[in-house]
């Protein structure tokens, strides 16, 4: 797809705030510095569309973000910032599970996971959360710039092993650097947004 139109909508803590504009919707989770924002401005092809930091726990909040006023991507807060309060924690658990539970435009979860390294217990958990509640996802191993291709084979076994993944359940192996694997993550929301036609 390409975009000529992208703009953030709102930064929402709440489901009050969320936009009311019935478009499909698809979400970006993942712990914080997984390149959740890069993802999204790699695809539309903005620097600085959704805002990227070297520094975690940059995104706050659940930013929407308007594409070609035909879907939105959620920019979710990240999890597995080590410096953050219990209270900010809880706080965090209740938004995401506020907004995975009651959102019903979303149709589906990229759940974006390093792939230098074997996934966390958190992105296990996030998968278990999103399959309770049969919400469809997709995985993306991010930063596969930094993994020599002779490794990607074992890193993405130990990927499926991890995630206890469906034969079905493919991977989209991705870089914000090289533009790696765009064209399949666009295949894959395409699809996804298109469903709610057929709904
Ligand atoms: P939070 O908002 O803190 O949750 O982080 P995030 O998941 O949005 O990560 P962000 O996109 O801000 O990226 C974090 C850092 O990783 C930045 O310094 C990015 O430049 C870098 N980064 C993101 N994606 C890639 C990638 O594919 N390859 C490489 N080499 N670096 C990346
Ligand atoms: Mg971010």
Redesign the pocket.
């Given at each position: 797809m390409k975009v000529n139109y992208a703009d953030i909508v709102i930064s929402a803590v709440s489901q009050k705030q969320y936009p009311t504009t019935q478009y499909p919707e698809v979400a970006l989770a993942?712990r914080?510095?997984?390149?959740?924002?890069?993802f999204i401005n790699k695809l539309v092809n903005r620097k600085n569309l959704a805002r990227?930091?070297?520094k975690?726990?940059?995104?706050q909040t659940l930013n929407f973000y308007d594409i070609e006023h035909s879907f939105y991507f959620v920019d979710v807060?990240?999890y597995g910032y080590a410096r953050v309060s219990k209270t900010e924690r809880e706080k965090w658990g209740h938004m995401l599970e506020e907004y995975f539970t009651q959102r019903n435009t979303l149709k589906k979860v990229y759940l974006l996971m390093d792939f230098r390294h074997d996934p966390t217990a958190e992105d296990v958990q996030m998968k278990e959360f999103v399959d309770y509640y049969n919400i469809p996802f997709q995985i993306i191993a991010?930063?596969i710039?930094?993994v020599p291709r002779g490794k990607w084979n074992k890193h993405e076994s130990t990927f499926r092993k991890k995630l206890q993944l469906s034969h079905d359940d493919k991977i989209i192996l991705?870089?914000?650097?090289t533009g790696e694997g765009k064209d399949a993550a666009w295949e894959s929301i395409t699809q996804a947004i298109q469903e709610e036609h057929n709904a």
């Open positions: 993942g914080s510095n997984v390149g959740k924002s890069s990227t930091s070297s975690p726990g940059k995104t807060p990240g991010t930063k710039d930094k991705f870089s914000a650097e």
